[in-house]
């Protein structure tokens, strides 16, 4: 479930490039690890905790770092759907 350091440097570089929100590949990332499951894939609940703490932080705005972040509707109504 985690990923090595070349991919996570692969993965920062295209999303930098191609304008990803942070917030919408945990998302993304998030939705694919619940799916893994009922596939027979083991996921460490580490990994899904990470993901979905990083997205609450973004969605209700309770950041650590005290800046102000903004969300799209896209990504409220997909943490939403993951939420349930």
Do not use: A
Not at 5 to 14: D, R
Not at 44 to 73: A, E, K, W
């Amino acid at each position: 479930g985690w990923l090595s350091p070349g991919q996570s440097y692969v993965l920062e570089e295209y999303c930098s490039r191609y304008g990803v929100r942070g917030c919408l590949r945990h998302l993304y990332y998030l939705n694919d690890l619940l799916d893994r499951p009922e596939q027979g894939f083991m996921i460490d609940p580490q990994l899904l905790h990470y993901s979905y703490v990083f997205c609450t932080s973004n969605v209700y705005g309770n950041r650590s770092d005290n800046n102000v972040s903004t969300i799209t509707m896209e990504e409220r109504d997909r943490f939403s759907e993951i939420k349930e």
